[in-house]
């Protein structure tokens, strides 16, 4: 009872009452019933305004302060913002407030730490597993002819050029690591600029032409389209987002399939989406497939081939244009990838100046 808000103003009711009435008891004149009297008013008049005080004032932002611990500990941080908006003329709440911000987001930052960290150490791992698989494989080869299978030229060949692809392999790894770790650092600037759209994904249907045809599978848009499609990019950047995308198209597509690459065309941007008839991706693939190395199904990514960044390297990409990749997919039938990309403004069309005379009259 003596740790709460009615403990306290009992306690300091009773002093304030008996003080008075004491010195009232050393006047002459003042009888018992006067006396009695004043310790009850005293005492009880005391006992509101000084419970008002410390229930209001003390008590209740205390109260406050342990219900904000306990929503960190479950970490909610909802309160902030609502604390934020509210504004007091109290000191007490304003402190309150002051520590409640300063715990949320020393918590958020602690929770982000260990986010990193973990991160961190995924990142390692897969990078440790993606260099060791051509590094291990080419070492294979190499000890193997030095044991003797050189003599033969028809194994020495072979295992040259089963050492030269895994060598190649790791060559794209690297690379790959070396490009997203750049983008992100800031260390490459994009080079924008008006390039034709419509001629950059014919040059990648070409470059695919091969493997298309292995898999007796089309490369083709959704409709036709005459004369160019602008818009502003970085031309390298834009055609390795693009060959990134329709590489993972192929990949996971079936065979005797269709991959269509379509245009969305407004007055401010192009929206580029392309289609494919795959496996499909389920919904809680979809918010990790942009992670460094991650791959759906591993054993089979492996098979296919590839490092695991393009779409990685592809978000960054995008991101540095201002524009953000979407994905939709049904499982078994097929994923849709899109982005944005700004057109350029047309300039306003010259206008002599007789002809402004002429219309101003």
């Known amino acids: 009872m003596l740790f709460n808000s009615r403990g306290v103003s009992v306690l300091l009711a009773l002093t304030i009452a008996i003080v008075t009435t004491a010195f009232l008891s050393l ?101 440790s597993h993606e260099l060791k698989t051509p590094i291990f494989a080419a070492q294979g080869f190499v000890y193997t002819l030095i044991d003797g299978a050189v003599k033969d030229k028809n194994v020495r060949g072979k295992f040259l050029k089963k050492a030269a692809k895994s060598l190649d392999g790791l060559e794209m790894l690297v690379n790959d690591l070396l490009t997203l770790s750049h983008i992100e650092a800031g260390e490459i600037t994009m080079h924008f600029e008006e390039l034709d759209l ?98 759906i199904e591993k054993s089979r990514s492996k098979e296919r081939g590839g490092t695991g960044l393009g779409l990685a390297i592809v978000k960054h990409i995008i991101e540095a244009h201002g524009s953000s990749v979407s994905v939709t997919s049904t499982v078994g039938k097929g994923s849709l990838f899109s982005f944005k990309l700004p057109v350029k403004k047309a300039p306003e069309p010259f206008v002599p100046i007789a002809d402004k005379e002429e219309d101003s009259e």
């Open 27 to 127: 006047l002459e004149g003042v009888g018992a019933t006067a006396l009695i009297l004043t310790f009850i008013l005293s005492s009880s008049s005391s006992y509101l305004l000084i419970s008002i005080v410390l229930e209001f004032l003390f008590f209740k932002e205390i109260n406050k302060l342990y219900e904000v611990f306990n929503k960190l500990g479950e970490k909610d941080y909802s309160f902030v913002n609502d604390m934020e908006t509210q504004k007091s003329f109290n000191p007490l709440r304003k402190i309150n407030q002051e520590i409640f911000s300063y715990a949320a987001n020393k918590q958020q930052e602690i929770d982000e730490l260990k986010r990193m960290a973990t991160y961190r150490r995924e990142f390692l791992a897969d990078v």
């Open 198 to 295: 419509l001629a950059l994904v014919e040059d990648v249907f070409d470059q695919f032409e091969g493997k298309t045809d292995k898999k007796n599978m089309n490369l083709q848009f959704d409709k036709t389209y005459e004369g160019p499609i602008n818009v502003i990019a970085d031309y390298q950047r834009i055609y390795q987002v693009i060959v990134n995308l329709i590489s993972n198209a192929i990949k996971y597509s079936d065979e005797n399939t269709e991959i269509v690459v379509g245009f969305e065309i407004t007055e401010k941007d192009v929206t580029i989406a392309i289609q494919d008839h795959g496996a499909g991706i389920s919904p809680e693939h979809i918010k990790r497939i942009f992670e460094r190395f991650y791959r």
